[in-house]
C-alpha cells in the first residue's frame, strides 16, 4: 500500500484549520419534501459552498422561470432570482445563500457573473473567464475561484473585481482533483504534480503542503479528489494509480495523517465532485452514489435512485432532486437510526452495510462437520438414476395479474404442488434493478393460478427456490459473501457468511442451491463446496475441489454437478462426497464460465457442447446410468454468447432458439421469443419450455409451459421424415449454382464453392456436377444508405463516453436467395436471409491491408457470405402431396403458447 509520507511535512507544517464564523445546527428527526419552481427543462440545482445549508434551484429560460435558494434546514425559500438568463454550468452558491454566479454572454464573449440575491439578483460583478471553466467556487463570501482544468486557477475580489492570485498547476497526463476552499474563505487547496498545496487566498502565498504520493519506482499517485469538512479541520483525499485508489484523512492543524485505507467502493462518473462531506460531517458522498464511513472508507448507506442532483446531510441521509410525473421535489431519504447505528456497526466490525438491512447472521456450528479433499484423478461412476417429480397443470397459459416491470428472474418448482416465483425488482430512473429498495416475490400457484406475495431486503438477489416451492435462498448484490434463506410460509429467515474466515478473494458465494427446504449448498470461487443443515444450524461437510466451478443441482437434487478442469464432476449433495466424472474424452478448452450441462428430467441422459482444441466445437452426450458418453458430433454455432443446450423431451434446445434431434443429429426447428417483457424461466420442473410474456409488459402477463416441438411441428416432421420422395436428407447429393454480386463477389465466388461443399458434408450431403436436384443460391449486395459511427480508441482503456466519432462506414447487407431446381424448374425457394456488415460492439483494429474501416468492414461481410450461404440449405426437404416440406421448421414461442409458422 503507498502511504502519504508526511513525517517531514508535518515538521514544517502550519495550521490551515480555517473554520465557519457560524455553526450550523441541523434538525435531530431531519426530513424534507418541498417542490422547487417550475420550469419546461430540467432545473440545474447547486450546493451552496463550504458546507452552507442552502441549495439554489431552478431556471431562467423563459418569463415565468426562476431560480429559489432553499434552505434545507427548513425547506424554506430564502431568496429569488428571476428574469431570464442564458446561463450556463457551471454554477455556485455562496455559503450564505445569497450570490449567486454562472457563465453567461456578456460583452467581452463568455464572462462569469455573479448575482447579488439580497438585492433582486442585481449583478455584483462581470469578470473575465475562460470559455468553459470545470468549476467555479466561493471562497468565503467576498471571493470567487475559477479553476480552469490543470492550466489555470484565478481567484478574483468580487468587491474591486481584482485579480488577487493566479496560479498553474503543472500538467499532467492524469487529470487532478478540483481545488477547494476552506470555510472561512483564508485557504483554498491547489492539487499541483508533486504535491497538493495549500495557499493563501488573498496573496497567493504557499502556507502548506502535501507530497503526492509514492508509488514504488512508477511515480507518484494523483490526487483524484478532495474535499475539506464542514468545520474546517479536517481534508479528505481520494488518490488513484492505475484503477487503485487510497481514501485519506488529514489533520489540518498538525497534517499528521488521520487515516490512509484502500477504497473498494465504486467510483462512478459524477456530474459534480466525487467527495462531499456531509452537512454534518459525519460521512462523505462518493461520487453523488453512496455514502462512506470517514473510519473505515466503506458504504454505509447507498441511497435510492439515481436522481439529477444529490447532496448529503449525514451519513444516513441525504437529498435528492426528483421527479414525480411533471413535477420536481427536493426529498430527504435516509435510514432509520437503528439501521444506521447497525451499518455502521457492521461496516466497522468488518462486515458489509446490506448485514443492517438482512436478516441477523446466524453462527453455525462446525464442531463434527466432514471435512474432504477431492482428488484430480478421475472418480469411477457411482450416480443412480435422479429424476424430476411429475409436474402437472399449465396445460394452457396461465394468466399472471401483476406487470412485468422490473422482472429479474422466474422460477417453477414442480411435484404435486407446482408453483411458480418471480422476482421483480424497483427500478430506478435509468430502468435498472434499484439495489436500495426491496424486491417483490410473487409466487404463482400453477394448478389454480393463486398468487401471493414476499417482499425481500434490498441488495437480495434470488439463486434458487426448493422443490416445496416455498423456500429461497439469495446471495447479498453489495458484496456477493452473504446467503439468505427465506421461508414464504413465514419461518425465521436464515443468514450466514459461509466463507467469512477465506481470503478476501474466496469469501464469495458464487453458487447457492437448496437440495431440500432445510439443507443449503454453497460453493465459492476457490471450489470449496460447504452443505448445511439449517434446522440443526450446523455445518455439515466442507469439500475442496480446487478448480471446481458449481452448476446446479440434478432433477430430484440429490447431486451437486459443475466443472473442474474439463471434466464434470459430481458430489452427492449430502455428504459432499464425489458420486462420479463425466469425462469428455478429449482436451477442451472450453472455460468454466462459458459451459453448461444439460441433464435430461428423467436423469438418464446428459449432454455439452466443448471445444475440442484445434478442432471445433463437439456435442458431447452421455448415458446417466452408466456415465459412459453415448456421442460426439461436430457443430457450429452462431450464438455469441455460445451455445446452452436443455432438455425438451428427447430433443435439446439451444438458447431457446434452435430445436437439435439426438436421432438425427441435426437441427429440426427453430423458434422465436414474441411479445413484450418475454422470459424464460431460470429454473424448470420438467421437460416443457416455460417462459412469461405479456401482451403489454406492463399491464400483466401469462405464464406458458410449451411442450416443443408441438403438436403441428410433430405432425411436420413426421410427414418430412416418413415422405417416400425425400429430396433432401443425409447421404444425398445435389449439385450447386452460385450467382454472387457486390463488391467482393468474385473473391467470395472462388472461396465459396470449397467451403460450402465442406459444410455440407459434415451433413452427409454430397455436392456432384451431375446430381439432379440443384441448389441455386443468389447473393446480393445493397447499400442500405445508412451510416455507423465510431470513435478511435487509444491507450488500453475504453473510449471516453463523452468522445465524439472519428470515423464514419456504411452499413451494407446482402440478401441470400435460395432455390431448389429439378428438371430445370425451381420447386422451393426458402425464406431470404439478410446479414448486414455492423460489426459487434466493443474495440477491434483495422488491418494494414485494408485501407479504411469501411472497406474493412464490407471484406469481413463477405468472406463470411459461403458460411450464411451454406446455413440456407434445409437439412430435410421431401415431396408431400405435391407440396415441399422442409426442416428445420419455424414457430413461435408466444402468449398463447407454440404458433407455428406457415
Not at 495549500?198 to 496573496?203: G, K, N, Q, R, V
Not at 451499518?343 to 453462527?363: F, I, M, N, Q, W
Request: hydrophobic share 40%; glycine share 8%.
Amino acid at each position: 500500500m503507498a502511504c502519504l509520507s508526511l513525517a517531514a511535512a508535518a515538521a514544517d507544517w502550519k495550521s490551515v484549520v480555517d473554520p465557519p464564523t457560524e455553526k450550523i445546527q441541523w434538525p435531530a428527526d431531519y426530513k424534507l419534501d418541498v417542490p422547487v419552481p417550475p420550469s419546461f427543462f430540467d432545473p440545474t440545482a447547486t450546493l451552496a459552498d463550504a458546507g452552507g445549508p442552502f441549495v439554489i434551484v431552478g431556471r431562467n429560460g423563459g418569463r415565468n422561470e426562476y431560480r429559489a435558494v432553499i434552505d434545507l434546514r427548513t425547506g424554506k425559500t430564502t431568496a429569488k432570482l428571476e428574469g431570464e438568463l442564458r446561463t450556463d454550468l457551471p454554477e455556485a452558491l455562496s455559503r450564505d445563500g445569497k450570490r449567486f454566479a454562472a457563465m453567461a454572454q456578456g460583452v467581452r464573449g463568455k464572462e462569469l457573473f455573479v448575482f447579488d440575491l439580497e438585492n433582486g439578483g442585481k449583478t455584483l460583478a462581470q469578470l473575465p473567464a475562460p470559455a468553459r471553466p470545470e468549476s467555479i467556487q466561493f471562497v468565503g463570501t467576498d471571493k470567487i475561484l475559477i479553476y480552469s482544468g490543470r492550466s489555470l486557477v484565478q481567484i478574483y475580489d468580487l468587491k474591486s473585481g481584482k485579480l488577487l492570485m493566479e496560479t498553474k498547476p503543472e500538467n499532467n497526463v492524469w487529470r487532478n482533483a478540483m481545488p477547494a476552499s476552506t470555510p472561512g474563505g483564508k485557504y483554498v487547496a491547489v492539487p499541483f504534480n508533486a504535491a497538493l498545496k495549500f495557499l493563501d487566498s488573498e496573496t497567493g502565498q504557499e502556507v502548506s503542503s502535501i507530497p503526492a504520493p509514492v508509488v514504488d519506482q512508477r511515480g507518484t499517485k494523483n490526487f483524484d479528489a478532495i474535499a475539506i469538512s464542514p468545520d474546517g479541520k479536517t481534508l479528505a483525499i481520494l488518490t488513484e494509480h492505475y484503477a487503485q485508489r487510497q481514501f485519506l484523512l488529514i489533520d489540518l492543524a498538525t497534517g499528521k495523517t488521520l487515516s490512509d485505507l484502500p477504497l473498494k467502493a465504486p467510483v462512478g462518473f459524477a456530474r459534480g465532485p466525487k467527495l462531499v462531506w456531509a452537512a454534518d460531517g459525519s460521512g462523505l458522498l462518493l461520487s453523488g452514489g453512496s455514502m462512506i464511513d470517514t473510519e473505515t472508507a466503506k458504504v454505509v448507506f447507498v441511497p435510492p435512485g439515481a436522481p439529477a442532483a444529490r447532496f448529503p446531510i449525514s451519513l444516513g441521509t441525504v437529498v435528492d432532486l426528483q421527479k414525480v410525473g411533471t413535477d420536481r421535489k427536493l426529498v430527504s431519504s435516509g435510514l432509520p437510526a437503528d439501521k444506521l447505528v447497525a451499518a455502521r456497526t457492521a461496516v466497522r466490525s468488518g462486515g458489509s452495510s446490506a448485514d443492517a438491512l438482512l436478516p441477523p447472521l446466524v453462527e453455525m456450528k462446525a464442531e463434527g462437520a466432514k471435512s474432504l479433499t477431492l482428488p484430480l484423478e478421475e472418480i469411477d461412476w457411482a450416480v443412480k438414476l435422479d429424476k424430476a417429480a411429475p409436474t402437472p397443470g399449465a396445460d394452457r397459459p396461465i394468466p399472471v395479474e401483476f406487470p412485468l416491470t422490473g422482472l429479474q428472474s422466474l422460477r417453477v418448482t414442480g411435484g404435486t404442488v407446482p408453483a411458480a416465483i418471480y422476482e421483480i425488482a424497483k427500478l430506478d430512473n435509468f430502468t435498472r434493478p434499484d439495489a436500495t429498495q426491496p424486491s417483490t416475490l410473487k409466487k404463482i400457484d400453477v394448478l389454480t393460478g393463486a398468487s401471493t406475495s414476499y417482499e425481500l431486503p434490498p441488495g437480495c438477489s434470488v439463486r434458487d427456490v426448493a422443490a416445496d416451492g416455498k423456500t429461497v435462498v439469495t446471495v447479498d448484490a453489495a458484496t456477493g459473501t452473504r446467503a439468505d434463506v427465506f421461508h414464504l410460509d413465514g419461518g425465521k429467515p436464515t443468514g450466514l457468511r459461509p466463507y467469512d474466515k477465506e481470503a478476501e478473494d474466496h469469501r464469495k458465494v458464487s453458487f447457492a442451491a437448496l437440495p431440500s427446504p432445510n439443507r443449503l449448498v454453497t460453493v465459492n470461487p476457490a471450489g470449496d463446496v460447504i452443505g448445511w443443515d439449517l434446522a440443526a444450524g450446523k455445518m455439515v461437510y466442507t469439500t475442496q475441489a480446487a478448480g471446481f466451478v458449481a452448476l446446479g443441482l440434478t432433477p430430484g437434487r440429490q447431486y451437486l454437478y459443475g466443472f473442474q478442469y474439463g471434466t464434470f464432476r459430481f458430489l452427492d449433495a449430502a455428504t459432499g462426497e464425489p458420486a462420479g466424472d463425466l469425462v469428455p474424452g478429449f482436451q477442451t478448452s472450453t472455460t468454466a464460465a462459458a459451459v453448461t450441462l444439460a441433464i435430461r428430467p428423467d436423469g438418464q441422459e446428459a449432454a455439452a457442447v466443448l471445444t475440442r482444441s484445434g478442432v471445433g466445437m463437439k456435442l458431447v452426450r452421455w448415458n446417466l446410468a452408466t456415465g459412459k458418453r453415448i456421442d460426439l458430433v461436430s457443430m457450429t454455432s452462431d450464438f455469441q454468447e455460445g451455445p446452452k443446450p436443455v432438455y425438451v423431451g428427447q430433443h435439446l434446445l439451444f438458447n431457446n432458439k434452435q430445436l437439435y434431434s439426438p436421432a438425427l443429429k441435426t437441427m429440426i426447428w427453430s423458434y422465436t421469443a414474441t411479445g413484450p417483457g418475454w422470459k424464460e424461466a431460470a429454473q424448470r420442473p420438467d421437460g416443457r419450455v416455460w417462459y412469461t410474456v405479456g401482451d403489454d409488459a406492463k399491464k400483466g402477463a401469462v405464464l406458458v409451459a410449451a411442450d416443443l416441438p408441438g403438436s403441428d411441428a410433430q405432425a411436420r416432421i413426421s410427414k418430412v421424415l416418413d415422405g417416400k420422395e425425400s429430396l433432401i436428407k443425409p447421404d444425398t447429393a445435389v449439385s450447386l449454382e452460385l450467382d454472387f454480386s457486390g463488391t467482393h463477389a468474385e473473391a467470395a465466388m472462388k472461396k465459396g464453392p470449397e467451403e460450402i461443399k465442406a459444410a455440407w458434408a459434415n451433413r452427409d450431403i454430397e455436392v456432384t456436377d451431375d446430381a439432379k436436384l440443384k441448389v441455386r443460391i443468389k447473393v446480393k449486395e445493397r447499400d442500405t444508405g445508412k451510416r455507423m459511427e465510431f470513435t478511435t480508441a487509444r491507450g488500453f482503456g475504453p473510449p471516453s463516453p463523452f468522445a465524439k466519432p472519428t470515423d464514419l462506414a456504411r452499413t451494407m447487407e446482402v440478401t441470400i436467395e435460395t432455390s431448389l431446381i429439378q428438371d430445370g424448374t425451381v420447386i422451393w425457394n426458402a425464406p431470404d436471409v439478410t446479414h448486414d456488415n455492423h460489426p459487434p460492439q466493443g474495440r477491434f483494429s483495422v488491418p494494414k491491408e485494408d485501407m479504411t474501416l469501411d472497406g474493412f468492414l464490407v471484406r469481413r461481410m463477405w468472406d463470411t457470405v459461403p458460411e450464411w450461404a451454406a446455413a440456407t440449405l434445409p437439412s430435410y426437404a421431401t415431396r408431400v402431396q405435391g407440396r415441399i416440406l422442409t426442416l428445420p421448421g419455424r414457430a413461435t414461442l408466444a402468449p398463447t403458447g407454440v404458433v407455428a409458422v406457415k
